[in-house]
């Protein structure tokens, strides 16, 4: 008296969708059928479209459906701004910012030893390859403040130094609206450190 | 600089999923896009081939692949007890306790006057044609002590008994395990009403 193989296999398959476990897939699976089929058969095609058209930019890393994508494609960006970035969903956050007006390297991941991501995995020569390319005038680096992102920021900045390329990192300190009563003290003590003058 | 269409699709496509909005739809794009394309292939076929395959069980409602699902058509069942739940997935619930032999009947609902739902949205008369088929004995209502369930229960039962059927509800009390001092009062009460001669 199980489920129907054809139900069973929609939850399993549902189960690859991150932070979903076997009672959300039920939920989910259940959802669709009662209650949303023409959201299902969408989401099926759209995966399949997505499957088939989007792979990487091959000047930046983030998903386009052409060679290079519609940013650095563009004349309207300024080449000599060069920001990496750890994944495309940074990239995007980056964007909505419209604080930027450069260009982009995503990184795709991280250093992190442990998991066996070093400079190679990471195709650290190709960013180098692009930096030095007469164009990049400056390189921020723009990837997370975690332990793994500082690490790899920190690695890139000696590698582009080496170089002679001029490495930004982008700033720590208190958030917009931040009251110093309830920011954590290793924040304020960066922002101290890192103090403008005014 | 907006999104390549299909990504942009895709996570559209994903808030399809409940309690998916667009900043877990966008990361769950992504992480299909870049760690789990056979995932994401695999969930897209196992969509279609649900949509296609599934339908709703001639007797009980629930899904299944034939024109009645595996439970309704065993002999092994016992027909003569019919229980009567809201969602499929009730059912599921139900089944994984191995408590009950008989059959099921699936509301696909409950009653819900402000949304519209009433008697005749949920087929009442169906169910009614089903326990008065002269092979049904006792109907247990198994919907939800909410609200809505409670309701739906009651008027069901109301509606069985003018038949003469005999018609039962699952019992309320504490869980197992369950302690006083960390009950709630309206529990604690409803335990205290059902009390069981021992």
Redesign the interface.
Known sequence: ?T?????D??I???R????VGPK?A?????????R??R????????????????RRCARCNT???DEV???CA?PKRDPSLLCVVE???DL?TM?QTHAFNGLYYVL?GRLSPLDGIGPKELAFERLLARATDGVVKEVILATNFTNEGEATAHYLSEMLHARGVKVSRIARGLPVGGEIEYTDAATVAQALIERRDY
């Not at 690859?16 to 932070?19: S, T």
């Not at 039920?26 to 009662?34: G, I, V």
């Open positions: 008296m489920l129907p193989s054809s139900l296999e929609l399993e398959a549902l690859c969708l991150p932070g959300s039920q939920r989910m699976a259940y959802h669709l059928l009662q949303d089929r959201g299902a058969d969408r989401l099926a095609s759209a995966l399949h479209r997505a499957l088939d058209t989007l998903f386009t459906e994508c519609d940013r563009s994944m495309p969903v995007n964007e795709l």
